[in-house]
C-alpha cells in the first residue's frame, strides 16, 4: 500500500458537549426583529441559530481547558495559575513584564494613558474601534496607514494588511517627538481579517528603533497571522507556527492582547512589554483598575484557561481546519458571484452590501438591511460594518461610512461545516432576493456608538 493523503481538511476535534441551537420560523423572527428595534445587537442570543456577530469570547474551549480551571488557584495575590499564565506568554511572546487584564481594551486603556498625551499621534495598520477610542481618550491622534491594496475590496494581495512604510518612514521624520509609540495590528480586523507578512512586521521595526520609538503588536489574532506567514511567505513553509510567532514578536518591545481571541478563551487578555519603567507605571495604573497584577480583572481559571489556550491557538492542525473553514464559505459565496473581501481572512467572511444593494442609498443602510435579511431569511446573525457603525461624525452630521460590509465571524471550533453550508444557503437565497431587500431609517440613536443601542424601522418593509 502507498501513503494516503486526505485532500478533506476535517475539524480537529471530536465533540464531547454540545449545546442545543433553537430554531424559530420566518414569522417569528419578524416579530422578533421588529421587537429588538431591527437591530441585530438587541435580539436575544437564543432567538439566533447560527451566531457570527463575533469570534470574540465565543468559542468553544478543550477538556484540557477544562482541566485547568477546575485545577486553578484563586488566590488574590501570587496565585499558581498566575505563573502559568505568565510563563506561556514569556514563552510565546519573549516579552519580560506581562501584565493580565479582563480584556484586550483594558489593556489597550492602561497602555495609552502611560504613553501617550494630548497631540500626540500614534501610527498603525488599522486601529480598531477600541484602540481608536483609547488613543481618543487621552487626547491622541490615530493615524491608520495600511497599504493602499488593503483598502480595494476585490484586489488579490497576499499580505493586505501590510502598513505602508514609505508613508510610515514619512510620517515618523516629520512629527517623531509626538510619536510616543508605532502599532501593528495581526490580523487587520477592521480592514478583513488581512494578514501583515514578516517583512512588514520587521520593516515596522526598523523605522521603529531607527528613531527610538517604541513598537507594540495588537497580538488578538497573532494566530492566524502566523499560519498566513508560514503559507504564504517565502522561508517559513517549514517554520511551525510557534516559532513564527516568537519571531514575529521578537521585532516588537511589547504587545496588547484580547485572549477572547486568539487566546481560545471566554474572557481575559494581557499587555506585555520589555521596559522596566513602563512596566512600573502599567502595574500601578493596572492596580486601580484591573486588579492586583497577578490576577488584573480575571479569575485564576481564566488565567488556565489563556495559559492553555495559547498553545491550542498555535496548532498548526487546527489553523489549517481554521483558515480554511473561512475560506471555505468565501469560495462558495465567489463561485455564487456574491461581492466580498478578497481573499477572505483569517477570523470572518466580510460581504460587500454596498456592492450588493445598490437600490439602497448609504443613508439608508444597505448593510444593515443585508444583515437583518440573513437574520429573517435564516436566523443567521452578523455584524453591520457600515454606517449605522461609522457614520456619526463628531459634528452631528451623518456622512456615509467607506464601505458597507456585513462581517460574518468565525466562533473558534464552534460550528461544523454543515453550519457552514448552511450559512452559505442563507446568504445565497438572501443574494437571489436581493431587489426585494429595502432600507432603513433610524428612529432612536445614543450619542456614542450608536450601533448597539439604535432602533430602526424599515422603510419598504422587506418582503
Ligand atoms: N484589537 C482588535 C484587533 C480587536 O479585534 C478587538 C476586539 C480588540 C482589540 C479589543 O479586544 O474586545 O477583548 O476588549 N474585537 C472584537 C470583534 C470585539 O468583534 O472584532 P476586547
Known sequence: MQEFH??????????????????????????????????????????????????????????????????????YAGAASFYKFEAAVQDITGFKHVIPTHQGRAAENILFHSIAKPGDIIPNNTHFDTTRAHVENVGAIPRDLVISEGRQPRLIHPFKGNMDIAQLEALVAEHHERIPAIMLTVTNNSGGGQPVSMANVRAVSEVARRYGIPFFIDACRFAENAWF?????????????????????????????????????NIGGFLAV??????????????????????????????????????????????????????????????????????????????????????IPPLQYPAWAFNNALYLLGGVRGVEIGTVMFGMQPDGQEKAAAMELVRLAFPRRAYTQSHVDYLAEVILAAYQQRQQIGGYQLVWQSPVLRHFTARLAPIAAPN
Open 6 to 75: 486526505a485532500q478533506t481538511i476535517i475539524e480537529p476535534f471530536r465533540v464531547r458537549s454540545v449545546e442545543p441551537i433553537q430554531f424559530t420560523t420566518f414569522a417569528e423572527r419578524q416579530q422578533k426583529l421588529a421587537a429588538a428595534g431591527y437591530n441585530p445587537f438587541l435580539l436575544r442570543a437564543e432567538d439566533v441559530l447560527i451566531d457570527m456577530l463575533t469570534d470574540s469570547g465565543t468559542g468553544a474551549m478543550s477538556s484540557r481547558q477544562w482541566a485547568g480551571m477546575i485545577a486553578s488557584d484563586e488566590s
Open 274 to 359: 520589555n521596559d522596566d519603567d513602563l512596566a512600573l507605571r502599567c502595574r500601578n495604573l493596572e492596580i486601580l483598575t484591573e486588579g492586583f497584577p497577578t490576577y488584573g480583572g480575571m479569575a485564576g481559571y481564566d488565567l488556565e484557561a489563556i495559559a492553555q489556550g495559547l498553545y491550542e491557538a498555535l496548532d498548526p492542525h487546527y489553523l489549517r481546519y481554521r483558515i480554511r473553514s473561512i475560506a471555505y464559505l468565501g469560495d462558495k459565496l465567489t463561485a455564487a458571484g456574491v461581492p466580498i473581501i478578497q481573499p477572505t481572512g483569517g477570523h470572518a467572511v466580510y460581504i460587500d452590501a454596498g456592492e450588493l444593494l445598490p437600490h
Open 229 to 265: 506567514i508560514k503559507t504564504r511567505e517565502d522561508g517559513y513553509a517549514d517554520k511551525t507556527p510557534l516559532e513564527i510567532a516568537r519571531e514575529m514578536f521578537r521585532y516588537a518591545d511589547g504587545c496588547t492582547m484580547s485572549a477572547k481571541k486568539d487566546g481560545m478563551a
